[in-house]
């Protein structure tokens, strides 16, 4: 969600100029390994800024943040800004006053089940923690359709820190999705963009560049390489809860929606506030989501005709 609040400091590129916040700044916890980034107060309102550690981390965000409200997922809110020339990420912080906030590793750790990052596990940690049968529900619909969207977009990097949680009376409650930033590949350089879009193998560079593995995965201890290969293996597993199962495979309508979206649809929202993409990026981004997409659809076919055969015999 692009913040209109800031349009009279965003720039010509469509970047919103931070110089104004040193006399805004705030002290806040700041998670996870990039120690200098930004809190601070605007309109009411708290908001972290977080410089690029590569170029192109912050158009991922927001790209991925238009994708994930197509498709109904509780995402974290960015924009892009600049502070003191360095460019980066905008995001409104989404921790309630007085809520507790863990990662997570931390609940996890809190329930003893160790420090895998999977649907399982978090599984085990909402049952650990007395959740509500629909928040159970609802946080494995969530997990999953997250799971398929980072598949779609090539995500490397969803760790055990990128998925957190709220405590509440009623349970674990999901936090909104955040860090994207290793999305497509995490791929910034033109020239390798480019290499990707004229390349006649794309399945190659895909494996080159780790674009078939994100580091989340459906059962602890998976050793596939390829996170659509682990997830459909998956559901053949003796170990894998028949509720997991059910959902998984309840998911037909949402894979056909994420399917269908047509990145040009994003890119004229990011127009509209100015930020205009070059055309390798945009062919590029298409490309990587159309490949993948269309891979996962196919696997999701080939998956419930494999189940009709065993369940008939």
Do not use: C
């Not at 981390?57 to 995402?75: F, P, R, S």
């Not at 007085?98 to 997570?104: R, V």
Request: glycine fraction near 6%; aromatic fraction near 12%.
């Amino acid at each position: 969600m692009l913040f209109d609040t800031f349009n009279s400091n965003r720039e010509r590129d469509g970047y919103i100029n931070l110089d104004f916040i040193d006399k805004h700044l705030i002290q806040e916890p700041t998670y996870g390994s990039r120690k200098n980034k930004k809190w601070f107060e605007h309109g009411g309102e708290q908001y972290l800024f977080k410089p690029n550690k590569n170029a192109g981390e912050d158009i991922k965000e927001v790209i991925n943040e238009e994708l994930a409200k197509m498709l109904g997922i509780n995402n974290a809110e960015y924009d892009l800004g600049v502070y003191k020339g360095k460019k980066g990420v905008i995001s409104k912080n989404f921790i309630p006053n007085k809520s507790i906030y863990l990662t997570g590793l931390l609940a996890i750790i809190e329930y003893k089940l160790g420090f895998s990052n999977d649907l399982y596990t978090y599984y085990q940690t909402q049952i650990k923690a007395d959740s509500d049968d629909d928040i159970i529900e609802e946080t494995i619909d969530e997990l999953l359709r997250r799971h398929i969207l980072d598949i779609f977009t090539a995500q490397r990097d969803r760790n055990i820190d990128n998925t957190s949680f709220f405590k509440t009376n009623r349970g674990l409650v999901l936090a909104p999705r955040y860090d994207s930033a290793g999305s497509f590949l995490s791929i910034s350089k033109r020239n390798k963009m480019v290499e990707f879009l004229t390349a006649r193998n794309k399945s190659e560079l895909l494996i080159k560049y780790g674009g078939i593995r994100t580091k989340f995965r459906i059962l602890p201890g998976s050793a596939k390489d390829d996170s659509i290969e682990e997830y459909f293996d998956s559901l053949f597993s003796e170990e894998l809860p028949q509720l997991l199962r059910k959902r998984m495979l309840s998911l037909d309508d949402y894979i056909s929606q994420a399917e269908k979206i047509d990145l040009d649809d994003i890119y004229y929202i990011l127009s509209n506030y100015g930020i205009n993409l070059p055309q390798t990026e945009r062919y590029f981004y298409k490309k990587i989501y159309d490949i993948k997409a269309e891979a996962f659809e196919n696997a999701f076919g080939q998956a419930k005709e494999k189940l009709k055969v065993k369940v008939n015999h």
